[in-house]
T-cell receptor, first 112, second 115 residues
């Protein structure tokens, strides 16, 4: 069964610093990997989807890399802002129906 | 924009009640999913559906059933609610057949408390 680990579990940075969030997974036979953001008590917002054939995906200040062979993905958030404070979750899928396996998340706090 | 809506944000039910959680998506997606989220356990898949009237068990189906009579609507049913089903329930949908390549979109969640 796919095991997903996110490190660190929590992160606090001053505004303006770049954020680096790590995700590792045990089964490299994935179809894709999705990064989500979750605000307290709310649903998940999709940030980026990387297909298994891609090495990188970018959206605005967000950049996600994927190294499928080593079972790793990294989410970079440039020039962090207090509004980036949230929990970030990664979720690969090793199933043709697209079922996601979630990590526990990284809780990010960006201080003004 | 894709929109996934859930019938209630907060729900309080008594032990033994039958509970219905409703989810509706407006983008003609084939696949729909129900997850629950608990502190320390993360998100876990309860059931998913890949077509009308088609369903598959996820990782934790015990105590739950589902119904998908129309493509846009996926219902989660707690046959006899118990206190260990107190949780945040999240519905999601994705536009795919069997390729596994499409993005999954989530609803706002229903916080269910069973007393």
């Amino acid at each position: 069964k796919q095991e997903v680990t996110q490190i660190p579990a929590a992160l606090s940075v001053p505004e303006g610093e770049n954020l680096v969030l790590n995700c590792s997974f045990t089964d490299s036979a994935i179809y894709n990997l999705q990064w989500f953001r979750q605000d307290p008590g709310k649903g998940l917002t999709s940030l980026l989807l990387i297909q298994s054939s891609q090495r990188e995906q970018t959206s605005g200040r967000l950049n996600a890399s994927l190294d499928k062979s080593s079972g790793r993905s990294t989410l970079y958030i440039a020039a962090s802002q207090p509004g980036d404070s949230a929990t970030y979750l990664c979720a690969p899928t090793t199933d043709s129906w697209g079922k996601l396996q979630f990590g526990a998340g990284t809780q990010v706090v960006v201080t003004p | 924009d894709v929109k996934v809506t859930q019938s209630s944000r907060y729900l309080v039910k008594r032990t033994g009640e039958k509970v219905f959680l409703e989810c509706v998506q407006d983008m003609d997606h084939e696949n729909m999913f129900w997850y629950r989220q608990d502190p320390g356990l993360g998100l876990r898949l309860i059931y998913f559906s890949y077509d009308v009237k088609m369903k598959e068990k996820g990782d934790i189906p015990e105590g739950y059933s589902v119904s998908r009579e129309k493509k846009e609507r996926f219902s989660l049913i707690l046959e006899s609610a118990s206190t260990n089903q107190t949780s945040m329930y999240l519905c999601a949908s994705s536009p795919q057949g069997t390729s596994g390549s499409y993005e999954q979109y989530f609803g706002p969640g229903t916080r269910l408390t069973v007393t």
